[in-house]
């Protein structure tokens, strides 16, 4: 019986290796929403403009992996006392390999009969309970790209000073 050479077996191991899926390989990166602020709010039921909620989003998003990651979009559902209330997104998010990221993004949510009295509560300075359901879309170059999620990218709860005065 003929031994095969360590190299043979190591370029073996690391062809299998790389049929494994990314998801068993990469680890995800974490998301913290660093403060979101209500900037405007229209109700539905008025004449004019479309009722939206106007917000903005700070995010740090913190990557574990020895290599740097890009994102070509960072989205999902934000959630307001557990009813959902809109789409959010960050595209194009690129952080350092075990480095960290800041991400503004400045959000236009319409805003619906269902989803006002969330918005209202916010926008009265009440305390409400937040999450963001999502997912990542993560750019290997020519590897292409890959889907990661769902999952609860980041929680909290959020409070700020009233912007409507009833």
């Not at 790389?18 to 004449?47: E, K, M």
Request: include cysteine; aromatic fraction near 6%; hydrophobic fraction near 45%.
């Amino acid at each position: 019986m003929r031994l095969l050479p360590a190299a043979v077996l190591g370029t073996a191991a690391l062809s299998l290796s790389a049929c494994a899926p990314l998801q068993q390989i990469l680890q995800v990166p974490r998301v913290d929403v660093q403060n979101v602020y209500l900037q405007s709010l229209t109700l539905p039921g008025g004449f004019g403009n479309a009722p939206v909620a106007n917000l903005t989003l700070n995010l740090r998003v913190t990557n574990p992996n020895p290599l740097p990651l890009r994102l070509a979009n960072l989205a999902g559902t934000l959630v307001i006392d557990g009813a959902e209330v809109g789409q959010v997104s960050f595209p194009n998010v690129a952080i350092p390999a075990s480095g960290v990221a800041e991400q503004r993004a400045d959000v236009s949510i319409p805003v619906t009969l269902n989803t006002a009295a969330s918005f209202l509560k916010v926008a009265r300075g009440q305390l409400v309970t937040y999450r963001v359901d999502g997912g990542f879309t993560a750019d290997f170059g020519p590897l292409g790209l890959q889907d990661f999620g769902p999952f609860t990218l980041a929680q909290g709860q959020w409070k700020q000073a009233p912007i409507l005065p009833f």
